[in-house]
């Protein structure tokens, strides 16, 4: 359980104190540069790696929703959390959505298939590549990964619900998951578009007239988190689409290949 890094718990504690950027101060030199982008001019500097440095303040390019949770937790526990528990919990979630739906598919649509059978799914759903593999080092980078797909599975999930007895209720829940899937990891964002397409036409399909509110309810958290996330961006990188990508210490200058980054 020792973490390699600790980046949502920096953010999580900057959220907690109501400050966006985190609260590790750059080192002088670095404050100093020019042109702090290009790796050659940083040599000997001390940087946070791979996070995101703009008008002297260090912010993360990877999606705020874990961070926001985390924050909720920060007031009752002082000490780090690190990205492997969170890799760990999310990784566990995603499980949990997997079995969740495994099962439901067997209760309605394979109910002759014997029950061990249907555990092997479960166990196989659990232990397939990259489910184990993600755990081997759980940094930000899996931690940022597994929390969007514990979100798209879990809106998923929710559609799943929401097709086979249309409510308002499951829609949100499905909305709310999908906003937050892209909240964690932005190349969600066509995941969460394509299925939006998917209830639009399904919605319109039954014609009983409530289409207008189940789509308003499967709408509205997406709109909501569509703007806050847009928000966010502004204050931060002083562009709603900028996500902080453009700005990142690693390796290479983004700034020159960033262009070539998709």
Not at 15 to 23: M, T, V
Not at 172 to 189: E, H, I, Q
Not at 196 to 213: E, L
Request: charged share 15%; with cysteine; glycine share 8%.
């Amino acid at each position: 359980w020792r973490n390699e890094t600790s980046y949502y718990d920096l953010l999580a504690a900057a959220f907690s104190h109501g400050r966006i950027a985190l609260e590790i101060e750059p080192d002088p030199a670095l404050l100093a540069l020019e042109e702090p982008y290009e790796p050659a001019n940083r040599k000997g500097i001390p940087v946070l790696w791979d996070a995101t440095f703009y008008k002297g303040k260090y912010h993360i390019y990877w999606g705020p929703a874990p961070a926001l949770f985390l924050a909720l937790v920060k007031p009752f526990h002082a000490g780090e959390i690190g990205d492997k528990v969170l890799t760990f919990a999310f990784l566990t979630g995603t499980f949990a959505w997997q079995a969740l739906f495994l099962l439901d598919l067997w209760k309605r649509y394979f109910f002759n298939l014997r029950r061990w059978a249907v555990l092997t799914g479960v166990a196989f759903a659990g232990l397939v590549c990259p489910m184990p593999y993600i755990l081997v080092e759980g940094r930000i980078y899996e931690a940022a990964i597994v929390s969007g797909q514990f979100f798209l599975t879990g809106g998923i999930y929710w559609l799943y619900a929401a097709f086979h007895r249309p409510s308002w209720k499951p829609l949100a829940a499905a909305g709310l998951f999908l906003a937050l899937a892209a909240a964690s990891r932005t190349t969600l964002v066509p995941s969460a578009a394509f299925l939006g397409v998917v209830v639009f036409v399904w919605a319109a399909q039954i014609r009983d007239g409530k289409a207008p509110a189940r789509i308003a309810a499967f709408a509205a958290p997406l709109l909501a988190g569509a703007l806050a996330y847009g928000w966010y961006n502004y204050a931060r990188f002083d562009s709603f689409l900028e996500f902080g990508l453009r700005y990142q210490l690693t390796s290479y200058n983004f700034q020159k290949f960033f262009g070539e980054s998709f």
